[in-house]
């Protein structure tokens, strides 16, 4: 089990969606980490048990703040998304930037918002 720190907004739904991005993206930023697909494999997510709800997060609020700039953390805000703090998770992979993970109850339930 694990703590998981990410951004999502009240469904549970992380910011990385198609039509979505370029809405909250800071332009300016020097570099992006790899996203999960490349550096676990684009079959990561059939290590996943059914009935399971699945994301990636970090394992500290320094990682997501590595992940996602200040300008980017202060437009998803305004768009309805959080930081939040997970438990009750199993790290399937793990990097330095970051974490896929999966739990029994859906991400919404039990998010505890936190302070970035």
């Excluded at 997501?64 to 980017?72: H, I, S």
């Excluded at 330095?96 to 859906?106: A, D, I």
């Excluded at 998010?111 to 970035?116: F, G, P, R, T, W």
Aim: hydrophobic share 40%.
């Amino acid at each position: 089990m694990a703590t998981i720190y990410r951004i999502q907004d009240k469904e549970g739904r992380g910011p990385f969606r198609p039509g979505f991005s370029h809405q909250w993206i800071d332009e300016d930023r020097a570099e992006w980490p790899e996203t999960y697909m490349h550096q676990f494999g684009a079959d990561i997510l059939k290590n996943i048990p059914e009935q399971r709800h699945a994301g990636c997060g970090f394992f500290s609020v320094d990682q997501l703040k590595k992940w996602f700039t200040p300008v980017e953390l202060d437009r998803l805000l305004l768009l309805g998304y959080s930081a939040v703090k997970l438990d009750s998770s199993t790290v399937i992979a793990r990097s330095k930037e970051q974490l896929v993970f999966h739990r029994k109850k859906p991400l919404w339930i039990d998010a505890i918002k936190i302070d970035v």
